[in-house]
């Protein structure tokens, strides 16, 4: 498998051991955190360090040299100012004054936090709003916070006017009642783009992708059982899905450069690209909006002529043979539209996540990847009904033979899952080799009744 040069994602093992401290420290000095950081691990099988969103650490702590020499790079400037690591994953870091640490856990909804909780927390920043924070425990100089974001990287709660709330209230609603189910998919397509059009020219882009993507696991929840019973551990300490760490489409080779087209609108820059050779046939894009915090991981059946070119944007023509990617998309629809996200996948203690879920009934399929560093896993495939329309087409086109057919009309046909992942040492990139096998494994023509 090829994939870009310019994205060659290296481990960081000194910037995790430094950053480890620091959290370490914070929950040593708060006791809600440390019973926090146990429940996290115990009820949902999820690791404290992927919930940080940011550290700020007094000036007395640490300096711009030791910041650089870990691969941090100054964001911001002024008073307070904010530290990224652009090579890895890893919490922002801000400078303040004085001698206070303070780590902010990231959540989808603070008053779902305080709500699960019991606790009695002043919400800075008004509902609905870009970022909204409160401090939830405070021992002397050291404190715990949590944040909700939605589009915004900044630190500080966000000012808006009533009108600008009531305008990203209507393109949450709008976004998540959308028309998924066209006669013709370019028809949604261009549906899906005019909305996003509009809800970025009232609200913003980087507001708008992140209100996009909150109904796109809604919806995509809505489909799962495994997202449904994952969501339902994490919810009860009031977390929500803001362990995300990328979202997975599959589209059409036809529909490719408007599924594109579409992410890019949102804000989206290409990032790497993957080709898992003659033998897999198939290819992906790997798409990023910093602000908004969205990864995207686009799939489609792809040639080996192909992957030379630009195919993100030239466009692609349909083939009479089908790959996984595309046979799934024909008989489930187009992932942007009808199916919705092939699977979410978040970031988890890997073993303690696939065993607490077996608990719950949900199994997952064995891992396919298992470094050190990165380990990947998809739960057992959601079956979905087929219709007969699509199983027809399919079978007319030459796409499934009629024990196929008869087997997805009876049977369904796998569709969704949850993802689990583990990411170690900042490593922001993903197993080539192993995507590869796992896609050979979800074709839905090679599954067995």
């Given at each position: ?9 290296r481990?960081f093992p ?5 950053v480890?401290q620091?959290?370490?420290?914070v ?23 992927d919930?940080?969103?940011h ?24 008073i ?17 004054q ?5 780590l ?14 019991q ?9 609905q ?14 404190a ?26 209507a393109v ?16 949604g ?5 005019r909305?996003i ?9 980087d507001w708008?992708?992140?209100?996009f ?9 809505w ?19 803001a362990?995300h ?14 599924l ?9 820059k ?10 897999a ?10 602000v908004a915090?969205i ?7 792809l ?5 030379a070119g630009?195919?993100?944007?030239e466009?692609?023509q ?28 978040c970031?988890?203690?890997f ?9 719950q009934?949900i ?13 990947q ?6 079956k979905?009904?087929?219709?007969s ?13 009629s024990?196929?057919?008869e ?30 096998d796992?896609?050979r494994?979800t074709d ?6």
């Amino acid at each position: 498998m090829t994939v870009s040069e310019k994205f060659d994602w290296r481990q960081f093992p000194d910037t995790q051991r430094w950053v480890a401290q620091w959290i370490d420290q914070v929950v040593d000095a708060i006791p809600f955190l440390a019973t926090l950081q146990a429940r996290m691990g115990n009820e949902t099988g999820t690791q404290l360090q992927d919930w940080v969103d940011h550290l700020v650490l007094g000036e007395s702590r640490v300096t711009d040299d030791d910041l650089i020499s870990l691969g941090f790079a100054r964001a911001s400037s002024g008073i307070e100012s904010v530290w990224c690591h652009a090579g890895g994953l890893f919490p922002k870091i801000q400078v303040a004054q004085g001698d206070e640490l303070r780590l902010a856990l990231k959540v989808d909804s603070v008053s779902d936090f305080l709500f699960a909780h019991q606790l009695d927390a002043t919400i800075d920043g008004a509902p609905q709003t870009p970022c909204r924070t409160a401090v939830v425990a405070q021992s002397g100089s050291t404190a715990v916070l949590v944040i909700e974001r939605h589009g915004t990287s900044g630190m500080e709660p966000s000012i808006c006017e009533p009108k600008q709330v009531q305008q990203a209230t209507a393109v949450g609603e709008a976004f998540r009642l959308r028309r998924r189910d066209c006669e013709d998919d370019q028809q949604g397509f261009d549906e899906a783009f005019r909305l996003i059009e509009t809800a970025c020219d009232q609200i913003g882009v980087d507001w708008a992708c992140s209100l996009f993507f909150a109904a796109e696991r809604e919806y995509w929840q809505w489909r799962n059982r495994a997202a449904q019973t994952q969501d339902k551990r994490q919810n009860r300490l009031g977390l929500g899905w803001a362990n995300h760490d990328h979202h997975t489409y599959r589209s059409s080779r036809e529909h490719f450069a408007s599924l594109v087209k579409l992410l890019e609108r949102l804000g989206m820059k290409c990032r790497e690209r993957f080709y898992g050779g003659a033998e897999a046939g198939w290819g992906a894009q790997v798409l990023e909006q910093p602000v908004a915090g969205i990864v995207v991981f686009a799939d489609v059946d792809l040639s080996p002529e192909e992957v030379a070119g630009d195919f993100a944007h030239e466009g692609l023509q349909a083939q009479a043979s089908l790959g996984t990617v595309g046979m799934w998309c024909k008989l489930h629809g187009e992932a942007i539209l009808q199916a919705g996200m092939h699977h979410l996948e978040c970031q988890f203690d890997f073993k303690a996540a696939r065993d607490q879920l077996a608990d719950q009934g949900i199994e997952s399929m064995a891992p396919f990847t298992d470094f050190d560093h990165l380990k990947q896993s998809f739960t057992q495939g959601e079956k979905w009904p087929v219709t007969s329309k699509r199983l027809n087409r399919a079978l007319e086109q030459g796409w499934i033979t009629s024990e196929q057919a008869e087997r997805f009309r009876h049977e369904g046909s796998l569709g969704s899952h949850l993802e689990v992942l583990q990411r170690w040492d900042g490593y922001k990139g993903f197993n080539q080799t192993g995507i590869s096998d796992i896609i050979r494994k979800t074709d839905p023509r090679l599954e067995t009744s």
